[in-house]
């Protein structure tokens, strides 16, 4: 099984299927996206993705922001 739909949202899509493979991985081990309706436009979007992990792993967190450049 590959990773989810809002991999295509996502910065770089196509730069590294690795990456966003661990990333989903990360997310569903305990995290959750934020996904609303834009009645106006009909579309989902992401408002928030939330990723709950020790402290001693902010590496993961480092990783995961230099990659999407936020």
Same mark, same amino acid.
């Given at each position: 099984?590959?990773?989810? @739909?809002?991999?295509?949202?996502?910065?770089?899509?196509? @730069?590294?299927? &690795? +990456? #966003?493979? #661990? +990333?989903?991985?990360? %997310?569903?081990?305990?995290?959750?996206?934020?996904?609303?309706?834009?009645?106006?436009? &009909?579309?989902?979007?992401? &408002?928030? %993705?939330?990723?709950? *992990? $020790?402290? /001693?792993?902010?590496?993961? *967190?480092?990783? /995961?922001?230099?990659?999407? $450049?936020?």
């Amino acid at each position: 099984m590959g990773f989810s @739909e809002a991999k295509c949202q996502m910065p770089g899509q196509e @730069e590294d299927t &690795k +990456f #966003w493979n #661990w +990333f989903a991985g990360v %997310i569903d081990g305990d995290g959750d996206f934020d996904i609303r309706i834009d009645y106006r436009g &009909k579309k989902r979007i992401i &408002k928030q %993705i939330r990723i709950k *992990l $020790h402290d /001693i792993d902010i590496r993961i *967190l480092t990783r /995961i922001q230099n990659y999407i $450049h936020t």
